[in-house]
């Protein structure tokens, strides 16, 4: 069967963003590991956050168990984080083609809601198919290495110990946080693409521009979903932590009332609001670099069809 110039291009501009994108995200997650690492111990502790606290318990890290330690599960978020951004950027131009076709808007950008609906489907997409490995992240990043030495030992040992639907504890919680933050996420940058678009007529914006719509979606998207990530945070961790939070009401509830609300449901917040557009710069940068460096590696012929 013969395949058209077009249909082999399209082919190749599909896999090269899919390739950018995940080395993309893997060295953005890589970079901001220490802060990550350091807003997960705090979620499931009930030690009351500060920037001084959480900067202190960084170099404490680092001092008791070297420089390496400050990116302990790591590895696992790599293995994540790779397959989660491929599924949901892909999901995402698909729901966003199916709902373009459904209302009437083929080609289209899609009014606001469709527009909600296609990132909400993508992010609960990529989480369901990807949601065991973030638990492994969890808890390699909330353990001592003594207790697991790699990835396949976090799923071994819990499947032994604790039973394999263990791996899908914080299931509902992350998928009921997932729906708005991915729905408000993509609606954001979108909405700003479209209204950037109208106001200067360029069809693509700046990268800078980009940067400063991913950070300003990625930012809003974080603090409407926030309570629901230190949930499930702590149903994930709870058999290492000692804690028994069984349900998202009654974790909620405890979290409330040990903690309060601003220090207890929204703890790390602003560590996320300081690494969000940290992340964001370096996702886009490395993005355009590697990009560009394929497109220059097509046009000199490196890969033939």
């Not at 690492?37 to 960084?58: D, G, H, M, P, Y």
């Not at 790591?74 to 989660?84: C, E, I």
């Amino acid at each position: 069967m013969c395949v058209s110039k077009q249909d082999l291009r399209t082919r190749w501009t599909t896999l090269d963003s899919l390739l950018c994108g995940a080395f993309a995200g893997a060295v953005a997650k890589t970079v901001i590991a220490p802060l990550d690492r350091t807003k997960i111990i705090f979620q499931v502790s009930s030690n009351r956050f500060s920037a001084k606290e959480a900067f202190r318990l960084i170099y404490c890290t680092y001092m008791k168990d070297g420089l390496l330690s400050l990116w302990r599960g790591n590895s696992a978020t790599m293995v994540r984080v790779m397959p989660y951004a491929a599924i949901q950027f892909c999901s995402h131009d698909q729901y966003k083609k199916l709902l373009g076709s459904y209302y009437g808007y083929q080609g289209k950008a899609l009014p606001p809601f469709p527009r909600f609906l296609a990132g909400s489907l993508a992010g609960t997409t990529a989480a369901m198919l990807t949601y065991p490995l973030d638990m492994v992240r969890a808890r390699m990043a909330v353990t001592a290495k003594e207790m697991y030495s790699n990835i396949m030992h976090v799923f071994v040992r819990i499947s032994q110990e604790e039973g394999v639907r263990t791996l899908y504890r914080g299931f509902t919680p992350t998928i009921l946080g997932v729906i708005p933050y991915a729905g408000i996420t993509f609606f954001t940058y979108e909405t700003l693409k479209k209204l950037h678009t109208e106001r200067t007529k360029r069809a693509q914006p700046y990268p800078y521009e980009r940067l400063a719509f991913g950070a300003c979606a990625g930012l809003i998207g974080q603090s409407a979903s926030y309570p629901l990530d230190v949930v499930r945070r702590r149903m994930q961790t709870a058999g290492v932590t000692g804690s028994s939070y069984g349900t998202i009401l009654g974790t909620m509830r405890e979290i409330i009332t040990r903690e309060g609300v601003i220090c207890g449901l929204y703890k790390g917040l602003s560590m996320n609001w300081v690494k969000g557009p940290i992340a964001v710069g370096v996702s886009f940068t490395t993005f355009d670099i590697t990009h560009n460096l394929l497109l220059k590696w097509h046009q000199m012929g490196y890969f033939t069809h």
